[in-house]
């Protein structure tokens, strides 16, 4: 009997093959060819349902109110391997004393000036202050701290960070993300996709697309024009933190609950008096033409990073 090998000449083509069946066929072979067509049957619905998948993660990766989509993690010192330990530990060390060295919880996370500068603070909370640390992740020293006493907190919001309504910075968001995205195109030369780059709405308003907490320590005073307009005033009555970057990059949950704004939140409530004021709702950042926030925010220029030749 000749023998036929399959592993030789061009591959076939079974997508249009059908099956025949014919009266020379005995049952044992009949079965045979059933099973081989389920075998196909079933692998071209598996490979079917993976691309399915692979498209549906690719349309849930392009969504464009994802924070921080274009960033690169690796340039942030504190994505190194236990960095941002060490420095949890040096400030805990360095900064509480023996009468509260009783601490709940630690955080890398962004903290927001009044001027809408976005600011990366190491954040240590006890049972009786909480300590917003400004450590420098190059030479690995503290440069300056704010230790804010909880009995002294009078209100904690919680909710999304919004513009005013009256506010550019939105607008101007908008515009560098499209000049952002046409730029990007054109240097991966993309110039197949280049139309969809240049589209209206790539230049439509960007909220933050953040959420956060503020803590407040004014009463409901308002905040005296001195220092409302004044860029270097530091003692502000209030803390706005959201969430670090590198928490939309981290993929166990263990890695990412270090840079979690919520983890601040739930621990920190329970801390507070009762007669602190607790609340949900939109927080107000007070930037109005926005330019330098933007500038200074799209940069990363508050975070400790590689920045070719220079890194600060």
Same mark, same amino acid.
């Given at each position: 009997m000749d023998e036929t090998y399959f592993d030789e000449g061009p591959a076939g083509n079974f997508e249009t093959t059908t099956l025949e069946?014919?009266?020379d066929l005995d049952g044992n072979e009949f079965n045979n060819l059933c099973s081989v067509s389920s075998g196909i049957s079933a692998t071209r619905r598996n490979m079917e349902n993976q691309d399915n998948a692979s498209n549906q993660v690719r349309t849930s990766m392009n969504i464009s109110n994802i924070p921080f989509k274009h960033i690169d993690i690796h340039s942030f010192f504190t994505d190194r391997n236990e960095v941002v330990e060490r420095a949890l530990k040096d400030c805990q060390d360095s900064l509480i004393?023996?009468?509260?060295?009783?601490?709940?919880?630690?955080?890398?996370?962004?903290?927001?000036?009044?001027?809408?500068i976005e600011k990366e603070r190491l954040v240590v909370l006890t049972k009786k202050a909480i300590y917003s640390i400004k450590y420098d992740f190059i030479s690995l020293k503290i440069l300056e701290y704010n230790r804010v006493p909880l009995?002294?907190?009078?209100?904690?919001?919680?909710?999304?960070?919004?513009? *005013?309504?009256?506010?550019?910075? *939105?607008?101007?968001?908008?515009?560098?993300?499209?000049?952002?995205?046409?730029?990007?195109?054109?240097?991966?030369?993309?110039?197949?996709?280049?139309?969809?780059?240049?589209?209206?709405?790539?230049?439509?308003?960007?909220?933050?697309?953040?959420?956060?907490?503020?803590l407040m320590w004014n009463k409901g005073t308002p905040l005296p024009l001195s220092k409302k307009w004044n860029p270097f005033?530091?003692?502000? *009555?209030?803390?706005?933190y959201t969430s670090h970057p590198l928490f939309w990059y981290k993929g166990s949950e263990v890695d990412k609950a270090k840079f979690d704004v919520d983890g601040l939140h739930s621990t920190i409530i329970r801390l507070l008096s009762s007669e602190c004021v607790i609340r949900t709702g939109s927080i107000i950042i007070e930037n109005y033409f926005g330019l330098g926030a933007l500038v200074h925010n799209r940069n990363g220029l508050g975070f400790f990073k590689i920045r070719g030749k220079v890194s600060f």
């Open positions: 069946i014919t009266k004393n023996e009468e509260e060295k009783d601490i709940v919880g630690n955080w890398l996370l962004t903290e927001i000036s009044l001027w809408d009995s002294q907190i009078d209100t904690l919001i919680s909710g999304e960070l919004i513009y *005013p309504s009256s506010s550019l910075a *939105p607008r101007l968001s908008g515009l560098a993300e499209g000049v952002s995205s046409i730029f990007h195109c054109a240097v991966r030369q993309e110039w197949s996709s280049l139309t969809s780059c240049t589209g209206l709405t790539q230049f439509d308003s960007r909220k933050r697309y953040l959420s956060g907490i503020r005033a530091k003692d502000i *009555p209030w803390l706005t």
